[in-house]
């Protein structure tokens, strides 16, 4: 069994996921997050950000953010790979994107929908590209190769070494997993009215106009504090916990 100890903010690692993402994802929740990560960045921790998948349409915008030509490049090739490794299948994730849950949750088309998901990552350079469930060699801000399934995903980042992960939502989800604790939080006011047992923080208040972006963005520097100083995030009191290792093929 293993013993709390204190640890410096150096050697924390945050994995930043989204799933049943809808208008208020990219509007409110997604930015907060990116400000989590820019603050715990800051500070001498490190935020990874996974679906690699989700990059596409926006994957120019993200590639300006690293730290070097060579870690540009590598953001655009793993885009490239994975619309390459779908097509070989006979897929196009562009006509499959966004997904009819997307769709009734008020987003219309894939950049839309890609420019969301990337905003959760921040805006601090990007020290690393990491291949799927590889552990970084580097601080800083992060981002995995992983497919767009959020379980898959999530487990990818446990197996990489991240000790909380953030999940927003906009439509909704009660995943877990049974190594690292999963921080679900939504900015849809009636996501979290109606699955409060699911959600772990509320930020409709930045829709609603009564809290700004940064301020909720500090208000989960405090929610993660939270969870590593041992308090029990939604999925963890309810015993939701899923795993998918994705071995066979890449989910979309």
């Not at 090739?77 to 006979?90: K, N, P, S, T």
């Not at 939270?226 to 093929?249: M, P, Q, W, Y």
């Amino acid at each position: 069994m293993q013993q709390k100890e204190l640890f410096p903010a150096s050697e924390l690692l945050l994995g930043i996921e989204c799933g049943g993402s809808d208008a208020t994802s990219g509007i409110a929740c997604n930015p907060a997050v990116g400000e989590l990560s820019d603050i715990l960045v800051d500070m001498g921790a490190s935020a990874m950000m996974s679906e690699s998948i989700e990059w596409i349409g926006g994957e120019h915008i993200l590639a300006k953010r690293a730290a070097t030509p060579e870690i540009q490049r590598q953001i655009i090739r793993v885009c490239e790979a994975y619309e390459a490794h779908l097509g070989a299948a006979g897929q196009d994730c562009r006509a499959g994107q966004p997904t009819p849950g997307n769709k009734a949750g008020g987003l219309s088309t894939l950049d839309e929908k890609s420019l969301g998901c990337i905003r959760k990552g921040g805006t601090r350079p990007i020290v690393e590209v990491l291949e799927q469930a590889a552990r970084p060699t580097k601080r800083g801000a992060l981002v995995m190769d992983t497919a767009g399934y959020d379980i898959s995903s999530v487990t990818s980042m446990a197996a990489a070494g991240c000790q909380v992960i953030i999940f927003t939502t906009g439509r909704g989800t009660p995943t877990g997993n049974a190594i690292v604790p999963v921080c679900k939080v939504t900015a849809n006011e009636r996501t979290y009215r109606c699955m409060e047992d699911n959600m772990d923080a509320d930020l409709s208040p930045i829709v609603r106009g009564e809290k700004s972006v940064p301020e909720m963005g500090r208000a989960l520097v405090k929610e993660i504090e939270s969870i590593a100083n041992s308090r029990l995030t939604k999925a963890e009191a309810f015993g939701f916990s899923d795993i998918a290792v994705d071995h066979v093929c890449r989910y979309v």
